[in-house]
């Protein structure tokens, strides 16, 4: 299931997985105000993805955005990488909920490695804010969502090989 909370927090939790090292160190940069990769981040435009390749396979989704109300967005999972999300600045809530719970609504979609779930409500609540990192495995349905009206999001999303 879902870990969430601080980059040390989170960090903790996975320590022992090998996978999540060049992560977190990249994360750590997307958080830390005087970084270069930060700096990167705040550069990217409003509604478009910069990728960055890791190491390990993984790679790093730099996003700008508005949020949205949660009747535009929809539940995900994925079979062959892992979320870890990490906002830079702004807000959302994030919602999780085991895949097992739910309903396909598309099946999976290999070339963009995603299932979409028909709506569900009895999820868990995130409120994923600046500095906190949540990770998402694939038994993790997930959305992201306006807390209360469409704010600028920079986030992360690392996409690790599960």
């Not at 190491?55 to 996003?63: K, P």
């Amino acid at each position: 299931m879902a870990v969430f909370g601080s980059l040390s927090a989170v960090r903790a939790q996975l320590a022992h997985d090998p996978r999540f090292t060049a992560v977190f160190a990249y994360v750590a940069e997307a958080l830390d105000a005087a970084s270069a990769v930060r700096k990167r981040i705040g550069g990217v435009a409003i509604g478009t993805t910069e990728r960055i390749e890791l190491a390990g396979g993984a790679f790093a989704l730099e996003q700008a955005y508005l949020s949205k109300p949660r009747a535009e967005v929809f539940l995900e999972s994925h079979r062959k990488y892992i979320d870890v999300q990490a906002v830079v600045a702004g807000g959302e809530i994030q919602e999780v909920v085991d895949i097992a719970r739910m309903t396909v609504d598309a099946p999976y979609n290999a070339e963009r490695d995603l299932i979409k779930y028909l709506d569900f409500r009895d999820t868990s609540l995130l409120s994923a804010r600046a500095g906190l990192v949540a990770v998402f495995f694939p038994v993790d349905g997930h959305i992201s969502r306006a807390i209360d009206q469409p704010v600028l999001v920079r986030k992360v999303v690392v996409k690790v090989p599960a």
